[in-house]
């Protein structure tokens, strides 16, 4: 099984930084997309970033110019660089990954366990 550990969420002031960190670890083939996902209290879970095994980069409109997604392949790594950051970016963070464990399996989609950002006004 495809684990997801992620890293780097905490409590920041609103205008700060902060970087996430997931590693996909355990029986991995391949791995296709990478991204991150958000959900808020009350809301649904929404994409904030992704980015494809090519290197290529999709945003929400609410982050676009303030967070960055970038990929380390040979370490299994997705990274999410959050500046500017702003109260209704208060959310808990969800790595996503698109893997084939095997190049006999479909690619199934894998989930870390979540890591909180709180964002301070």
């Known amino acids: 099984q495809v684990q997801l550990v992620e890293s780097g969420g905490g409590l920041v002031q609103a205008g700060g930084s902060l970087r996430l960190s997931c590693t996909a670890s355990r029986i991995i083939f391949s791995i296709n997309s990478m991204g991150w996902y958000r959900q808020a209290p009350g809301k649904q879970r929404e994409l904030v970033a992704i980015?494809?095994?090519?290197?290529?980069?999709n945003y929400a409109d609410s982050v676009k110019g303030r967070f960055t997604i970038s990929r380390d392949n040979a370490k299994n790594t997705v990274y999410l660089q959050m500046n500017s950051l702003k109260p209704e970016d208060t959310a808990v963070y969800y790595c996503?990954?698109?893997?084939?464990?095997?190049?006999?399996?479909?690619?199934?989609?894998?989930w870390g366990q979540g890591t909180q950002v709180t964002v301070s006004s």
């Open positions: 996503n990954v698109r893997a084939r464990r095997a190049w006999f399996e479909n690619e199934s989609d894998y």
């Open positions: 980015i494809g095994s090519g290197g290529s980069t």
